[in-house]
């Protein structure tokens, strides 16, 4: 069965600096979302994307994060200048159309040191 | 702010026992609903979607809605010790790209 892919499954940084969390979703879905999980807490919805461009945003994704689909099948989350309170498990999810449920990928567990 | 409400239990039944697991969301516009399993550590899991009043079944799992009473559940029967994870409840919510708010989950424990 198709699977959303990420990459890599841990990332340790420094704190202020750059990380790119990548994505490879299930080949023909067109919706592309990232949400975060915090130890211990809810998953959180940050952006999805479709038709190449950011479709909704939440209040967490500010400046400091983007979304890119650079080359048709990978989909790419980057936080800039991190921050301590971005350590979270990051999960990438995919789905075909807008009745389908999304599949979510294994996720990105990210540590800022 | 349109939410997901869960019991955050844990909720322990014994192995064969049905499981009963409750959600309400607040947005009363909202169109589908799914109950995702999330193992520790784990990325979460479809396991049932259901859109319209009433219940649907899958094997030993059945999902129930109630839309007037803005309510989702999930029954699990026959419950294994491998059923024992966090349950989220998801709601999609109506217009935009529809996001996925989820619940803050219900852990379950299945004792042998």
């Known amino acids: 069965e198709p699977e959303v892919t990420q990459t890599p499954s841990h990332q340790v940084t420094q704190m202020g600096q750059e990380v790119i969390l990548r994505c490879v979703p299930i080949?023909?879905?067109?919706?592309f979302y990232w949400y975060r999980q915090i130890l211990g807490q809810k998953v959180e919805f940050l952006v999805s994307f479709y038709n190449n461009e950011i479709s909704e945003k939440s209040e967490i994704f500010d400046d400091q994060f983007s979304v890119e689909r650079p080359d048709g099948s990978n989909f790419t989350l980057k936080i800039r200048s991190t921050k301590l309170e971005d350590s979270a498990m990051y999960f990438c999810?995919?789905?075909?159309?807008?009745?389908?449920?999304?599949?979510f990928g294994d996720g990105t567990r990210l540590s800022i040191l | 702010q349109k939410e997901v409400e869960q019991n955050s239990g844990p909720l322990s039944v014994p192995e064969g026992a049905i499981a009963s697991l409750n959600c309400t969301y607040s947005d009363r516009g909202s169109q589908s609903f799914f109950w995702y399993r999330q193992y520790s550590g784990k990325s979460p899991e479809l396991i049932m979607s259901i859109y319209s009043n009433g219940d649907k079944e899958d094997g030993r799992f059945t999902a129930q809605l109630n839309k007037a009473s803005q309510y989702v559940s999930l029954l699990i029967r026959d419950s294994q010790p491998s059923d024992s994870a966090t349950y989220l409840c998801?709601?999609?919510?109506?217009?935009?790209?529809?996001?996925?708010?989820f619940g803050t989950g219900t852990k379950l424990q299945v004792i042998p």
């Open positions: 999810a995919s789905r075909i159309d807008r009745d389908q449920p999304q599949h």
């Open positions: 998801a709601v999609r919510s109506s217009g935009g790209y529809q996001k996925v708010t």
């Open positions: 080949s023909n879905h067109l919706y």
